[in-house]
C-alpha cells in the first residue's frame, strides 16, 4: 500500500517562491590578500580594492530587484590573522562605512552590522551604529557581518527561544530576513566558512573564478544571470 506523505512545512523556505531574480543575495567577499599577492602588493591594498569595488557595485544594487544583500565582511576566525593585520582591517572598515553613509542614505539603504560586537574597536561600534540610524528608513537592506560566526548566531538565537521549540521561532531570533536565494563567494574556493549556515540551506551556490577586487558589475551581472537559469524546485 502506497502512503501519501508531505514535507513538515517547517522545513521549507519561508519565503518559498520561485523568481527569477533572487530577493536575498549572500557575497564572501574573499581573495584580497590574493589579489595584492598576485600583484606584489601587501595585503592592506588588496583590502583597499575590495571596499573600492564594493563602491562601484552598490549602485548595481540598488538598481536590481534584489531586497536584501548580506556581505561577509570579517569572520570571528579571522583574529587569528596577524595583529597588525586585523588592525588595518578595522580601520579600514570604519572608514568605508563612513564612506558608504551617503551613498547608502541617498538610495534608501538600510544598513545594519550583524555578528559579536563586544570585541571590536568603540569607533567601530559607534560608526556601526551610526549609519544604522542614519538609514533606518531605507526600503532595501545592506547587511555586514562583522566579527560573524554562524554557528555562534545559531547556538545564541536557539537559546533565546521561549516554549516550543521551532525553526520559526529560530528564524525569528536569527533575524528573520528571509532564505538566501543566491550565495556568491569569490576568491577561487568553494565552501561556506561559517557564513549564513541556516539561512543558506536551499541557496543557489555560485562560486566565480574570480578574487573580490576582480567581481566587476559584469560579473555581478552573469551571476544573477546564471541564477535566472536554475531550476528551484526546493526537493519537491
Given at each position: 500500500?502506497?502512503?501519501?506523505?508531505?514535507?513538515?512545512?517547517?522545513?521549507?523556505?519561508?519565503?518559498?517562491?520561485?523568481?527569477?531574480?533572487?530577493?536575498?543575495?549572500?557575497?564572501?567577499?574573499?581573495?584580497?590578500?590574493?589579489?595584492?599577492?598576485?600583484r606584489?602588493?601587501?595585503?592592506?591594498?588588496?583590502?583597499?580594492?575590495?571596499?573600492?569595488?564594493?563602491?562601484?557595485?552598490?549602485?548595481?544594487?540598488?538598481?536590481?530587484?534584489v531586497?536584501?544583500?548580506?556581505?561577509?565582511?570579517?569572520?570571528?576566525?579571522?583574529?587569528?590573522?596577524?595583529?597588525?593585520?586585523?588592525?588595518?582591517?578595522?580601520?579600514?572598515?570604519?572608514?568605508?562605512?563612513?564612506?558608504?553613509?551617503?551613498?547608502?542614505?541617498?538610495?534608501?539603504?538600510?544598513?545594519?552590522?550583524?555578528?559579536?560586537?563586544?570585541?571590536?574597536?568603540?569607533?567601530?561600534i559607534?560608526?556601526?551604529?551610526?549609519?544604522?540610524?542614519?538609514?533606518?528608513?531605507?526600503?532595501?537592506?545592506?547587511?555586514?557581518?562583522?566579527?560573524?560566526?554562524?554557528?555562534?548566531?545559531?547556538?545564541?538565537?536557539?537559546?533565546?527561544?521561549?516554549?516550543?521549540?521551532?525553526?520559526?521561532?529560530?528564524?525569528?531570533?536569527?533575524g528573520?530576513?528571509?532564505?538566501?536565494?543566491?550565495?556568491?563567494?569569490?576568491?577561487?574556493?568553494?565552501?561556506?566558512?561559517?557564513?549564513?549556515?541556516?539561512e543558506?540551506?536551499?541557496?543557489?551556490?555560485?562560486?566565480?573564478?574570480?578574487?573580490?577586487?576582480?567581481?566587476?558589475?559584469q560579473?555581478?551581472?552573469?551571476?544573477?544571470?546564471?541564477?535566472?537559469?536554475?531550476?528551484?524546485?526546493?526537493?519537491?
Amino acid at each position: 500500500m502506497h502512503h501519501q506523505t508531505s514535507s513538515p512545512a517547517s522545513v521549507t523556505p519561508t519565503n518559498f517562491v520561485l523568481q527569477s531574480t533572487p530577493q536575498h543575495v549572500a557575497i564572501i567577499m574573499d581573495g584580497n590578500r590574493r589579489w595584492a599577492k598576485q600583484r606584489g602588493l601587501p595585503a592592506a591594498f588588496g583590502y583597499r580594492a575590495g571596499i573600492n569595488r564594493l563602491r562601484e557595485l552598490l549602485p548595481q544594487f540598488v538598481q536590481s530587484q534584489v531586497e536584501t544583500l548580506t556581505l561577509f565582511a570579517f569572520s570571528a576566525a579571522n583574529w587569528q590573522r596577524a595583529e597588525t593585520e586585523v588592525c588595518e582591517l578595522m580601520r579600514l572598515a570604519e572608514q568605508a562605512i563612513y564612506q558608504f553613509a551617503p551613498i547608502c542614505k541617498k538610495h534608501l539603504i538600510q544598513v545594519e552590522v550583524i555578528g559579536r560586537q563586544d570585541r571590536l574597536p568603540k569607533s567601530l561600534i559607534e560608526e556601526s551604529a551610526e549609519i544604522a540610524q542614519q538609514t533606518a528608513h531605507g526600503n532595501r537592506r545592506l547587511r555586514i557581518a562583522f566579527d560573524y560566526s554562524s554557528r555562534e548566531s545559531i547556538l545564541a538565537a536557539a537559546a533565546k527561544v521561549e516554549g516550543d521549540f521551532s525553526t520559526r521561532k529560530l528564524s525569528e531570533n536569527l533575524g528573520d530576513v528571509g532564505d538566501v536565494d543566491l550565495l556568491i563567494r569569490t576568491g577561487k574556493q568553494q565552501r561556506l566558512s561559517d557564513f549564513l549556515l541556516w539561512e543558506c540551506a536551499f541557496a543557489e551556490l555560485y562560486f566565480p573564478d574570480l578574487y573580490w577586487p576582480d567581481f566587476t558589475a559584469q560579473a555581478l551581472d552573469a551571476a544573477i544571470s546564471w541564477y535566472a537559469g536554475r531550476n528551484r524546485t526546493y526537493g519537491a
